[in-house]
């Protein structure tokens, strides 16, 4: 294998067109671009820690119970007219030890975030004595349970700011890592190894998953510990808006799923997927992930996604910063102080938003939408998203051709593709043509949705025009290479798709 070779010089952005970032600057040999301020504000002093995971934790003990208002308020509250839309991604990644492809331990994991916090200036989120991650203004990275890396963008205004986020952070990744012996894997499912080799991290959160999931499903520990996944969290501007994006979402999400498809292996073979990330969301706990048919009722707004959420079942309660064991209670028993395991305790909306974030829906609503049915992929292809996304859903003429062109889908149309596409991907049959018919007229709709937003920014689509022209997911593209150059040996995928 050459991957060690490779990492000495992955010091150039990948091959492409690169985003028209602000200036740049060089850190010990390394292109590092510099963000706009905007992305940058409330960083704080080299070395500091901040609060403990998770990211909302009150500490005012509520003395009046929250309402039904104050949850649907609080989704209301992320309204805000266009012109303060903005861009958020988030994307995971494999890390693994370059000279045995192994997944990387805690320990490994720790010392990159202490040489991340130290040479660029991140502050550390502490757990107990353990680092979970790191904050920088607004971005975040955080560990998954399995310890795949995740990096939370700050919201911003450009896709050319968005794509210069992602290249700051693996830059910034890449500079630590490599003197570690170490690669990051853009994936959608580990590719090698078995559940039972893949480390797990030291995180309350996770530990009340992990002892959860087996109870409501039989795919939770490989959603938790073997895949990765790209989003693109998006703005509305009033509950309208708010409805109308999110239809479009749900209806096209399957469309994003086979055009960024890439997830064909698993314990070093075929899986029988283009997307088995995508198919291990259809088993993991179906009272909290899947195709929302709600969302297209007549009487769907922000009171209905409450209810919504009330109805899934809690993980945990955070409190004195430590995970409290709440799995399958009932948030409403919490509003009204009587769960069995915090007995008296009132719920803040910090509580609230945790609770959000439980759920794992095809669409999440928070105080903005994301959309969640890509997987993990190389750098080029995670710029992509964003841009198929924005292209669609912040363009207003765009956004109408979606809404009249899923208009008269089914419910079961829509689960149809919800099932077959991670299978079959842009090859899969509906109505009189297939996945890749409509991919087409997606993309022109996202592309002429970025022309008009002014920003220059279409060339983002460039990753994907020939998976859609051919109808070849990145996927099939992997699982040719597979059986042709590679051999059948599914090591060459850590060199192939090493950021």
């Not at 309204?79 to 045995?100: A, L, Q, S």
């Not at 945790?354 to 995670?382: C, Q, S």
């Not at 149809?416 to 043509?433: E, N």
Request: one cysteine or more.
């Amino acid at each position: 294998m050459a991957v060690a070779s490779r990492l000495a010089v992955a010091r150039v952005s990948p091959d492409g067109a690169r985003p028209a970032a602000a200036g740049r600057g060089r850190t010990r040999g390394l292109a590092v671009v510099r963000l706009p301020p905007a992305a940058m504000t409330g960083r704080r002093r080299r070395g500091g820690a901040v609060a403990a995971s998770p990211p909302t934790e009150e500490a005012v003990q509520m003395t009046e119970p929250l309402t039904k208002e104050d949850l649907v308020a609080y989704l209301v509250s992320g309204c805000k007219p266009k012109e303060n839309w903005r861009i958020g991604t988030e994307h995971e990644k494999f890390g693994f030890e370059v000279d045995t492809l192994r997944p990387i331990k805690y320990d490994q994991i720790r010392d990159i975030l202490n040489g991340l916090a130290e040479r660029f200036d991140w502050d550390k989120i502490m757990e107990g004595d353990n680092v979970i991650g790191l904050k920088q203004g607004k971005q975040s990275i955080s560990l998954e349970p399995g310890g795949q890396f995740e990096l939370s963008g700050a919201p911003l205004e450009t896709l050319h700011q968005t794509c210069a986020e992602l290249n700051s952070h693996l830059y910034q990744v890449k500079a630590v890592g490599e003197e570690m012996g170490i690669g990051f894997l853009g994936l959608g499912f580990q590719p090698k190894w078995a559940l039972s080799d893949i480390p797990i991290m030291p995180k309350g959160r996770s530990e009340i998953m992990r002892n959860y999931m087996p109870k409501v499903g039989t795919l939770g520990l490989d959603m938790m510990f073997r895949t990765c996944t790209v989003q693109v969290n998006l703005d509305f501007s009033s509950e309208q808006d708010m409805i109308r994006k999110f239809r479009a979402g749900l209806a096209l999400q399957p469309i994003a799923t086979a055009i960024f498809a890439n997830s064909p292996f698993k314990e070093g073979k075929p899986n029988g997927f283009l997307s088995l990330r995508s198919h291990i969301w259809t088993d993991t706990d179906n009272n909290r992930a899947g195709m929302l048919p709600f969302v297209f009722d007549n009487s769907f707004g922000f009171e209905q996604y409450v209810d919504y959420a009330l109805d899934v079942p809690m993980y945990f309660v955070y409190r004195n910063k430590k995970y409290i064991d709440c799995t399958g209670m009932s948030f409403k028993d919490f509003m009204q102080g009587k769960l069995p395991q915090a007995p008296g305790e009132l719920p803040t909306l910090n509580d609230w938003e945790n609770h959000l974030t439980t759920i794992f829906p095809e669409v999440r609503l928070k105080r903005y939408l994301e959309m969640r049915g890509a997987d993990g992929g190389p750098w080029r292809r995670l710029c992509a998203l964003p841009a198929f996304w924005v292209g669609l859903l912040y363009d207003e003429e765009s956004l109408q051709s979606i809404i009249d062109m899923t208009f008269d889908w089914t419910k079961e149309e829509r689960e149809m593709l919800r099932r077959k596409v991670p299978l079959t991907g842009l090859k899969t049959p509906f109505r009189d043509g297939y996945v890749r018919d409509l991919a087409e007229e997606v993309l022109k709709l996202a592309k002429s949705g970025l022309e008009r937003r002014g920003y220059k920014e279409v060339g983002f689509l460039r990753e994907v025009d020939e998976v859609v022209r051919t109808g070849v997911t990145p996927a099939e593209r992997l699982l040719n290479l597979y059986e042709t150059k590679w051999q059948r040996n599914v090591d060459h995928v850590f060199e192939h798709l090493l950021y």
